[in-house]
Nanobody, 115 residues
Framework: QVQLVELGGGLVQPGGSLRISCAAL????????MGWYRQAPGKQRELVAV???????NYAASVKGRFTISRDNAKNTVYLQMNSLKPEDTAVYYC?????????WGQGTQVTVSS
């Protein structure tokens, strides 16, 4: 019923910026929390940022001050603006949305930070 489509991943040099997006397609009730997780090689999936329906935000300490999560409710889309990227930010990034007590995951998009 609902599909999350992630866009915007790619290769960027250290210090660069990238914006990834996740759009929820299909009919659905109002979305509650939306967030981004990432999983680097050999590591567990970790929370990067979350934004509530009230636009409150929370960030992992490792990205605080560099990343910004935002949402466009009219488009059912969540964004992650990533600035001052570091090699350690390299990971597959997954969006996550919660609605009506359900949780949906995106397919993941690769972000590689390398020179």
């Amino acid at each position: 019923q609902v599909q999350l489509v992630e866009l915007g991943g790619g290769l960027v040099q250290p210090g660069g910026s990238l914006r990834i997006s996740c759009a929820a397609l299909g009919s659905m009730p109002s979305i509650d929390d939306m967030g981004w997780y990432r999983q680097a090689p050999g590591k567990q999936r970790e929370l990067v940022a979350v934004i509530t329906s009230g636009h409150s935000t929370n960030y992992a300490a490792s990205v605080k001050g560099r990343f910004t999560i935002s949402r466009d409710n009219a488009k059912n889309t969540v964004y992650l603006q990533m600035n001052s990227l570091k090699p350690e930010d390299t990971a597959v990034y997954y969006c996550n949305v919660a609605f009506s007590g359900q949780v949906q995951w995106g397919q993941g998009t690769q972000v590689t930070v390398s020179s």
